[in-house]
């Protein structure tokens, strides 16, 4: 049981590169979501999914997109990478209804130049 | 939109005292308040949780208040020790069965346990 998996863990992308970072739980997680990172501001919502076919944006979803083909897996692409979305992007998974815990990846450090 | 204020920003304490940090949430609609701790280059973990039909909650040294009226809750460390030096975020969510856990981060404070 690896919980919840981020790949890369590093990545450095020049501007206007697209990528994909990967998320993949084998908790059976129904709720996955994007999270990013950046110093002195705490950790701030990118996209999320309640199951597999269902996404929605959260606080700060500009320049990104998601799907949600299987319950396992979650990719959050960057469409055309821009300086400002260098950060560090925590991928999280929460189980059903009575448990409300958020698992977190263990990141992925972006750098674009 | 939530919008969730953490003091201090960083708290320096002896070893064996207490630390508290607090946190301030905007909208009635959230109802459950985790706390995360993340060491250097490691992911946020869960330290404790609360919800909102719960005034306080322990956990060994850790314990949670959470005042519903004012909108506020705090983390409670006792007897630090070196090992609790890291960074603190506290996080508020208005968690429904639609859309899960949408966590609203506080900006985190950086505890330092001095030996």
């Known amino acids: 049981n690896a919980g919840v998996t981020q790949t890369p863990k590093f990545q450095v992308l020049k501007t206007g590169q697209s990528m994909t970072l990967q998320c993949a739980q084998d908790?059976?997680?129904?709720?996955m979501s994007w999270y990013r990172q950046d110093p002195g501001m705490g950790l701030r919502l990118i996209h999320y999914?309640?199951?597999?076919?269902?996404?929605d944006q959260g606080e700060v979803p500009n320049g990104y997109n998601v799907s949600r083909s299987t319950t396992e897996d979650f990719p959050l692409r960057l469409l055309s990478a821009a300086p400002s979305q260098t950060s560090v992007y925590f991928c999280?998974?929460?189980?059903?209804?009575?448990?409300?815990?958020?698992?977190f990846g263990q990141g992925t450090r972006l750098t674009v130049v | 939109g939530e919008n969730v204020e953490q003091h201090p920003s960083t708290l320096s304490v002896q070893e064996g005292d207490s630390a508290v940090i607090k946190c301030t949430y905007s909208?009635?609609?959230?109802?459950?308040f985790p706390w995360y701790k993340q060491e250097l280059g490691k992911r946020p973990q869960l330290i404790i949780d609360i919800r909102s039909n719960v005034g306080e909650k322990k956990d060994q040294r850790i314990a949670v208040t959470l005042n519903k009226t004012a909108k506020h809750f705090s983390l409670h460390i006792t007897e630090t020790q070196p090992e609790d030096s890291a960074v603190y975020f506290c996080?508020?969510?208005?968690?429904?069965?639609?859309?899960?856990?949408?966590?609203?981060f506080g900006a985190g404070t950086i505890l330092r346990v001095k030996s």
């Open positions: 908790m059976n997680h129904e709720y």
């Open positions: 999280a998974s929460t189980m059903t209804a009575g448990n409300t815990e958020a698992f």
């Open positions: 999914s309640v199951g597999a076919g269902i996404t």
């Open positions: 909208d009635s609609a959230s109802n459950y």
């Open positions: 996080a508020a969510s208005p968690w429904r069965v639609e859309y899960g856990n949408k966590l609203v």
